[in-house]
Structure formats: C-alpha cells, structure tokens
C-alpha cells in the first residue's frame, strides 16, 4: 500500500469513529470542549489532519 492510500485509509478510520462518537456526544450532551478535545485526539491517534 502506497503511502497516499494508507494516509486516506488512516482519515476514513478516523472520520468514521469521530462521526460515530459525534453523534454520541450529541445525543449525551457531552460539553462541547470535552467533546472536541476527544476530536482532537482521535486525529492525533490515527495521526492524520481533520483539515480538508
């Protein structure tokens, strides 16, 4: 696997926990600062950008 591809399939991954927890954030009312700093470090797990 190319680097390019597993950079995209490391993003997908992380896009999709982020999303799935998201919405478990909005449905528990988790505070918004707690819920982005788990954001935040999902990215950092995958190690990937959340940038476009």
Do not use: C, H
Request: aromatic content about 10%.
């Amino acid at each position: 696997m190319d680097k390019a591809s597993s950079n995209n399939a490391k993003l997908s991954q992380a896009r999709g926990l982020a999303s799935q927890l998201g919405m478990f954030a909005e449905e528990n009312d988790i505070p918004k600062d707690l819920w982005d700093s788990l954001e935040r470090t999902i990215y950092e797990f995958y190690e990937v950008s959340s940038k476009k």
